[in-house]
């Protein structure tokens, strides 16, 4: 039995792991610590915060002495970091709360953990996992081989940038202190509960409402896009079989461009609207209802700054050592993630009321139809 804490567990990927962790492991005593940012929401941990399954605690990664305390009652043995700013077209138009979250709050946090473990005299038996993304490698060109654990850093916004500079001072934490830490760098996710600012619920979203689909620049920009649940199933084998100091990739290996990518989400929205009539009736303004394509929608707007123009992943490690591997088959998770949108609106349109709103006028007031 461990304790766990868990960092940002009120976020997209956060609350997926809280589900997988409790199923997976469910003798170990789970903390989820999250700020509440416009990012969070907690309705799906409701139930399991009210049947004492977990411990949900409001609070900032930054704050020392609540980091400290919650090590001292709590005695993690385990810390799955994944608190952090991680859009990044706000990270262009505002960069500084990424700095203070994804560099400043990881260095509180690693600094707790070290000093609780040391006190305790537990570090041997400790796992500080930090969860970072691909795009601390850079961009890829068409013909480039995937990013492995071994390619150079080549930040080009201002959150991969911030996310690199958390995985160079965890890195430093192993030498420097023996800091028992494990770090994975993943390609984009996809699945419930990912917040309608990314490129996939958008998407959903706007077609369902009949807005127009804004791709960036032409649309040829290729992701890895990895299914949340093989995410999570690959973090939990991380933090438990993983060598201590390493890093591991962790990639779908389904490369999309945008723009089939977007054409993909109508094709399976038409589909959906055709084989059920109540669909018409609660989205009155989508173009499925009148029998006419989803596609019509899609418009290509003003490209984002510093664009990268490609994401592969190289997850052969985690295969080879750990034996991870992904389960979710793009198109029937695409086909998923489109249906939980559709059973969930109550939920996105929850999220897509007020602060974010004004964020959706922020980002593409400026951005002009190309
Ligand atoms: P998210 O934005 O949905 O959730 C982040 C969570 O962190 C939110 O609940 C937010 O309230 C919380 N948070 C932010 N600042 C905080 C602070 N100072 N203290 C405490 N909590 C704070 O992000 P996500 O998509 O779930 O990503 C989780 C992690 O995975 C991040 O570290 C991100 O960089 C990484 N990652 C995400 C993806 C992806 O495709 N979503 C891909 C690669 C890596
Ligand atoms: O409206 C849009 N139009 C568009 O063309 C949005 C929001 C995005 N895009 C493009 C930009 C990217 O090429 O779609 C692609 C995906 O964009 P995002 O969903 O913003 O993801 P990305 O920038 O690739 O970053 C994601 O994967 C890596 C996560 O948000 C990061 O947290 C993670 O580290």
């Known amino acids: 039995m461990q304790s766990v804490l868990i960092t940002g567990g009120a976020g997209f990927i956060g609350q997926n792991l809280v589900h997988a962790w409790c199923a997976a492991r469910p003798d170990d005593r789970l903390t989820v ?18 049947d004492r399954s977990i411990l949900f605690v409001r609070g900032d990664i930054r704050d020392a002495a609540l980091m400290r305390r919650l090590f001292d009652e709590h005695k993690f043995t385990r810390v799955a970091h994944l608190a952090a700013e991680s ?15 994804n560099v400043l709050g990881t260095f509180t946090l690693l600094k707790a953990a070290l000093d609780a473990w040391r006190s305790w005299g537990t570090i041997d038996r400790a796992r500080f996992l930090h969860v970072s993304t691909d795009e601390v490698y850079g961009s890829l060109g068409p013909n480039d081989p995937a990013f492995s654990e071994s390619s150079p850093y080549r930040p ?20 420097t202190y023996g800091l028992p830490v494990l770090i994975t760098n993943c390609s984009n996710n996809y699945g419930p509960y990912q917040h309608p600012e990314k490129l996939i619920p958008l998407m959903i979203i706007h077609v369902l409402e009949g807005k127009p689909l804004p791709v960036y620049g032409d649309g040829s920009n290729v992701r890895d896009w ?13 933090i438990e079989q993983g060598r201590s100091g390493e890093t591991y990739n962790v990639g779908g290996g389904n490369e999309r461009n945008n723009r089939d ?33 989803t596609r019509t929608l899609i418009g290509y707007v003003t490209d984002r700054p510093g664009h990268d123009h490609r ?23 695409l086909g998923q993630t489109v249906r939980w949108y559709l059973d969930h609106e109550e939920w996105w349109r929850d999220v897509t009321s007020g602060a974010y709103k004004a964020w959706i006028d922020k980002n593409y007031g400026y951005r002009i139809v190309i």
């Open 226 to 238: 990895l299914h949340v649940s093989d995410h999570c199933d690959a973090l939990i084998n991380v």
């Open 87 to 101: 859009h990044v077209d706000r990270s262009i138009v505002d960069p500084e709360a990424f700095l203070q979250t």
């Open 311 to 333: 994401y592969a992943i190289n997850a052969t490690k985690l295969a080879t050592e750990l034996g991870s591997r992904c389960r979710v088959d793009f198109e029937s998770g």
């Open 261 to 293: 990518l977007v054409g993909l989400i109508c094709d399976t929205i038409d589909r959906a609207f055709a084989a059920d009539p109540n669909l018409s009736a609660r989205f009155p303004s989508c173009p499925a209802t009148a029998g006419r394509s």
């Open 156 to 175: 080009n916004s201002p959150y991969a940038a911030s996310k690199a500079a958390s995985d160079h001072l965890v890195r430093s934490f192993v030498p």
């Open 33 to 50: 610590v999250d700020a509440m940012t416009y990012a969070a929401n907690i309705r799906s941990l409701e139930s399991l915060i009210a």
